[in-house]
């Protein structure tokens, strides 16, 4: 077949399999087991795609039917696969990609064709091509991060699934990262569950992301409820978040808050018997389907382990309700072309209405307490009410009593409802304990709330700035209008208003050692799709192509009215080399003047000037990164679908790899040959030229690839041609049948020769710098279309520079052997040949510095492997050092069958991981490229006694009938064979090497 690979199939394959609750593909879980290293040997159980593929499917299908353990291990296996091992000059963007594709891939469920599409995309991918990976960016509406990684990205107000969101913790976590976003606060209602908290922490720690935890609060103020939002701080780690929730005084608290959860969710069941009762019916006399009865325990199935909402039974009786809206629109389209005039345009509005009834509009129309006017709303207070306790509380009451809990803690007020009276009258009352604001909600943005911030921002910059003045006249004019004719008189807040005026120095001393900070958060629940998505990013922070980005008209994106100053801060960290000469070398370097920063690495980050953020009347430098949806669809239309699908158009994007890149080598190869045919009259460069101008491409291609990636040194277990890319090999085949007529026929014959009069016997250098430069030229630009780094373009240039001594020499030699067999016509067939002898001087000289830079590039990759690795095993070596604390551990690693016949199981369990460990250290030496020379490199950049640790831990490959026994009961999967042989073949010539390694160490 022309459309696709047969790995394609494979992968969709498995997706497929996980997602139909394949029992065959049960053992695949082994392959999330945390120690095993990506680039390790479980690359001979699965490839690399089809890893990545299975940890996603499993952190998605888990979130159903697994548990936390399961949704963590998955988080933690995907990490480790699109992180450690994404390739390209762009990786991180990569990882991002990768992720993006793959859930796509199971929403495409049922669509065999999107989802080879889908699966031809993520395996295109996995290449880190810089080109393809930022089409996919933009394809689905991800700006490019830096990779650094130093993006000031952030959302301070979101929630999970735990309360009224659709994702689980892991799931909420894994799509902040694939955004962008750096710091996240996950806001809670009334009460925090510790599997929750355990859940949100550690995943945030797997992927990196600055995580907050919030619970929000109710407190009665002036006849209403406002929210505040508390965040204690300063835990060491999870555990000591959770030691925390287990103290008595907070069980209590969360005790408490989970009655005002079940107050609250009486609410929303008698919104549901309303619905049922009232709502229903005139929906189904009004639009002619039968809706559905909405069962209670339905309903708590729907909502989990979330804390029923409104939200919640909006989307349940959309999902009840889509079928049969579904099935009578189907009706009205086959009886629309039957109908009279007026007919037809009842037609029309019935299915304009039933496409137009999401969630939201559910939500609106019928389940807000407006709505339904004989249920008491429990958002305000009810005299006599049963309300909880808890709910009764002002808020300096309530935040006396969180202050009792933790002495360090955040009050964020949330400024839903409020006017820039009551959050002066409340910041006064609590007295300084309100140090954040919730200053901008996206979610308010988008109703149109916001009308109050701007009035709410001058507050607070005048209590951060003790603008005594200027606190003095906002609350004036606050007074003035409040007593204005046009305002009802109140009286009350009118006289505590003036209290606060004759009291305003207090009012700033609160906040004088302690400023009052703003926070801006999304409130996303990723349920609507009118309303932004998690994430918000400075402008200023991001690369030029996400600026780019921002700025089309086409952007899903909003930057909101927000501004807030950031300072760029560079920090070098000089290196110091892996061995005594290096480092050396370094120190002497850096004494001579102006030579300080040499052979340092340099990190920017970026820094927010406090008190920076304020509102603005022009556009903001803060964008939003989740996009809106501004019009609702459910997918009716009176238009009949096809009966049959069309048949699938031919694309170059996804034809077969092997077809496509033989279509790439014929349509350089054309150029090439009819260059050489037409231009030469000695038959055999008319007919073999363009063969021997494709056999230096290819040469140098792999020449390049076998210098870069093993050498004289490599592995006896690779051949030559496992280190070449074939579809990199296609490409410069294709461009480089372009150059010919560019450099033989352009530039050789037309600009030099019949222009300016340059041959080979005339000028040699000038005809060769030409041609050099020429090809520099040509080359910078095919590569600036394929996407490739910017050193790659540059370093284009420089060979071409370096090539023109090296053709002349060339020129020269062959001169010189030509006119030594007294060859007739030295000058003319040196002429004939200069474009050949150009390019091949430029592709020898490409082929060592490319070869070289390949060279180094998988080294430095393979010592990121190499000290992951390391990390672990002196990490477990601890842990044996303290189950041993009177025995030498470099004794018990001497006997590794001590660890496997222990008593004790987290002993044995020390001696899989060691094996896990030395088992990816054999295959690192064994297959990955340059692994032997990083492997030299860290030995010597350890201590005696680490090297002893090192070396000795991997001693338990002798343990021949155990390693064997856990490689068949399934810790690299059902494909084990592969890997069972490998290690059977391989690890005592390993362990040999490893021991005259040491003795070299010794000399």
């Avoid at 709910?391 to 202050?403: A, G, T, V």
């Avoid at 400023?515 to 990723?526: C, E, N, V």
Wanted: net charge positive; proline share 5%.
């Amino acid at each position: 077949m022309l459309l696709f690979d047969q790995r394609d199939r494979q992968l969709l394959n498995i997706v497929n399999e996980v997602l139909a609750k394949d029992p065959t593909r049960q053992y695949r879980r082994e392959m999330v087991y945390p120690y095993l290293h990506p680039r390790g040997i479980k690359e001979l159980s699965e490839s690399k795609g089809l890893r990545i593929a299975f940890a996603i499917i499993h952190l998605l299908e888990s979130m159903e039917g697994g548990g936390l353990n399961d949704r963590l291990n998955a988080l933690r296996s995907l990490r480790d696969e699109v992180l450690l091992t994404a390739a390209g000059p762009i990786p991180k963007n990569t990882a991002r990609v990768l992720l993006q594709i793959m859930k796509e891939l199971v929403r495409a469920h049922g669509s065999e064709h999107r989802q080879l599409q889908l699966a031809h995309d993520f395996r295109a991918c996995v290449s880190g091509n810089p080109r393809v990976i930022r089409g996919q960016l933009r394809k689905y509406h991800l700006l490019e991060m830096p990779e650094e990684w130093n993006q000031l990205s952030f959302d301070d107000h979101v929630h999970d699934a735990n309360t009224k969101g659709r994702k689980s913790s892991s799931h909420l976590i894994m799509d902040a990262w694939i955004k962008g976003i750096r710091r996240l606060r996950v806001v809670y209602y009334n009460c925090l569950e510790a599997r929750f908290a355990v859940e949100i922490l550690e995943a945030a720690r797997i992927m990196g992301i600055d995580i907050r935890i919030g619970i929000e609060f109710y407190a009665t103020f002036r006849d209403r409820y406002i929210q505040l939002i508390w965040v204690p701080r300063g835990f060491s780690d999870a555990q000591d978040f959770l030691w925390f929730l287990e103290e008595s005084s907070v069980k209590e608290l969360m005790a408490e808050g989970k009655s005002v959860c079940s107050y609250q969710k009486k609410y929303v069941l008698s919104m549901l018997d309303a619905f049922n009762r009232n709502h229903g019916p005139a929906i189904q006399k009004s639009l002619g389907f039968e809706v559905p009865f909405l069962s209670v325990p339905e309903f708590l199935s729907f909502v989990r382990t979330g804390q029923p909402s409104l939200i919640h039974l909006a989307e349940f009786a959309h999902a009840k309700m889509l079928p049969p809206m579904a099935e009578r629109v189907r009706a009205l389209r086959d009886s629309y072309p039957k109908g009279s005039h007026e007919e037809r345009l009842k037609i029309v509005h019935l299915v304009q209405t039933m496409n137009q009834m999401d969630s939201d509009s559910i939500l609106e129309q019928y389940l807000l307490p407006e709505k339904n006017p004989q249920i008491p709303d429990p958002n305000k207070p009810q005299p006599e009410s049963g309300a909880p306790g808890l709910l009764k509380l002002s808020p300096k009451e309530i935040i006396s009593r969180l202050s009792k809990l933790r002495q360090g803690y955040r009050i964020t007020l949330n400024l839903s409802g409020l006017q820039v009276e009551d959050v002066l009258e409340l910041l006064y009352d609590c007295e300084g304990s309100i140090n954040r604001l919730e200053i901008f909600n996206l979610k308010d943005y988008a109703a149109g709330k916001t009308d109050q911030v701007p009035g709410i921002c001058r507050l607070q910059q005048a209590i951060n700035l003790g603008n005594v003045i200027q606190l003095k006249k906002l609350t004036r004019d606050i007074i003035g209008r409040l007593a204005s004719p046009e305002n009802d008189p109140q009286k009350d807040r009118i006289e505590k208003l003036s209290d606060i005026l004759h009291d305003i120095a207090t009012l700033r001393d609160f906040y004088k050692a302690s400023p009052l900070k703003a926070r801006i958060g999304s409130d996303s629940t990723g349920r609507s799709p009118r309303v932004h998505g998690m994430g918000l990013a400075i402008l200023d922070t991001l690369p030029r192509r996400a600026l780019r980005a921002v700025g089309r008209a086409e952007s899903p994106r909003d930057r909101i009215p927000i501004a807030i100053e950031v300072l760029k801060r560079r920090t070098v960290r000089p290196k110091k080399g892996p061995t005594p000469f290096t480092k050396a070398f370094y120190r002497f370097i850096r004494r001579m003047p102006g030579m300080e920063s040499i052979g340092s690495r340099k990190t920017h980050d970026w820094l927010i000037e406090q008190e920076s953020t304020r509102f603005t009347t022009d556009a903001g430098n803060v964008i939003t990164l989740g996009g809106v949806q501004k019009h609702a669809d459910n997918g009716f239309t009176l238009t009949p679908r096809a009966l049959r699908e069309r048949a699938h158009r031919l694309s170059w994007r996804y034809l077969n790899t092997g077809f496509k890149n033989f279509l790439k080598i014929l349509v350089g190869f054309i150029p090439a040959f009819a260059t050489f045919a037409l231009t030469k009259d000695w038959w055999f460069l008319a007919y073999f030229g363009a063969f021997i101008w494709f056999g230096i491409t290819g040469l140098r291609n792999i020449v390049q690839s076998v210098l870069g990636g093993g050498g004289i040194k490599r592995s006896p277990l690779l051949r030559w041609n496992d280190y070449v890319k074939w579809e990199r090999l296609a490409d410069s085949l294709l461009f480089t049948g372009f150059s010919v007529p560019l450099l033989d026929y352009v530039a050789k014959t037309l600009v030099l020769k019949e222009l300016f009069g340059i041959t080979t016997a005339s000028n040699p250098v000038a005809l060769y710098s030409f041609m050099a430069l020429t090809n520099g030229l040509y080359l910078c630009s095919h590569n600036i279309f394929r996407g490739l780094p910017k050193g790659a373009i540059y370093g284009n240039l420089f060979r071409s520079v370096l090539s023109i001594p090296v053709a002349l020499l060339f020129n020269w030699a062959a001169a010189g052997v030509l006119t030594a067999f007294h060859v007739p016509g030295v000058d003319s067939i040196l002429q004939k040949w200069a474009a050949v002898i150009s390019k091949g001087a430029s592709d020898l000289v490409a082929g060592l510095i490319e070869g070289l830079a390949d060279r180094y590039q998988n080294i430095q990759t393979r010592l990121r492997d190499y000290r992951t690795k390391m990390e672990q095993i002196f990490e477990t070596y601890a842990r044996v050092e303290l189950l041993f604390p009177e025995t030498n551990t470099l004794e018990i690693l001497k006997s590794p069958g001590r660890l496997s016949t222990a008593k004790s199981s987290e002993i044995r369990d020390l001696g899989k991981i060691l094996i896990i460990f030395s088992l990816d250290l054999l295959y690192f030496w064994m297959y990955q490229p340059r692994a032997r020379s990083a492997w030299e490199l860290i030995i010597k950049s350890l201590t005696r006694e680490e090297q002893r640790i090192v070396l000795g831990s991997q001693q338990i490959l002798s343990q021949q009938k155990r390693i064997s026994l856990l490689i068949v009961e399934g810790l690299l999967g059902k494909h084990f064979s592969k890997a069972l042989s490998f290690y059977l073949d391989c690890f005592q010539e390993y362990l040999d090497s490893q021991e005259k390694m040491m003795e070299r160490m010794k000399e």
